[in-house]
């Protein structure tokens, strides 16, 4: 099997991984929210720093819909330089966000998890889509 064709399903199944764990941290957001805020809060403060997550979590999800869409159009789905990206990333990801849910991390580390695993290889894929569709060139 060449290394091509085993890093494709890997890619997949990092970036399903990563996906799963944001729809959970979307459930489970209570506990981070409240480690984010004093020990006496309001439920203004309460209600601001959930409304910050879930705006996070949201852009999330819309970053995932443009990396998986250039993944399965086939632009990116074959690009090594794209597959190694996203699988390192979407790994550290997994595992980061898993912490996050368990040790209950505060707010703004998502927003640095989310800086290097969600925007980077989304904007690799956006390059790729306008070099593909824009500049007419071969997906590799």
Request: proline share 3%; aromatic share 14%; charged share 10%.
């Amino acid at each position: 099997m060449s290394a091509i064709s085993s890093l494709v399903p890997a890619r997949f199944l990092t970036i399903i991984a990563h996906l799963v764990i944001v729809i959970t941290i979307f459930w489970s957001r209570e506990n981070n929210v409240k480690a984010s805020l004093p020990l006496e809060f309001t439920q203004e403060q309460y209600d601001s720093e959930d409304q910050k997550l879930v705006v996070a979590l949201a852009v999330t999800l819309g970053l995932f819909a443009i990396e998986l869409s250039g993944f399965f159009s086939g632009v990116s789905m074959f690009n090594c330089s794209q597959g190694l990206l996203s699988l390192a990333v979407h790994c550290g990801a997994s595992v980061s966000l898993s912490f996050f849910v368990f040790e209950m991390w505060e707010c703004w580390t998502y927003w640095v998890i989310f800086a290097v695993c969600s925007v980077l290889p989304a904007v690799v894929e956006i390059i790729l889509f306008v070099g593909v569709f824009g500049l007419k060139k071969k997906p590799l």
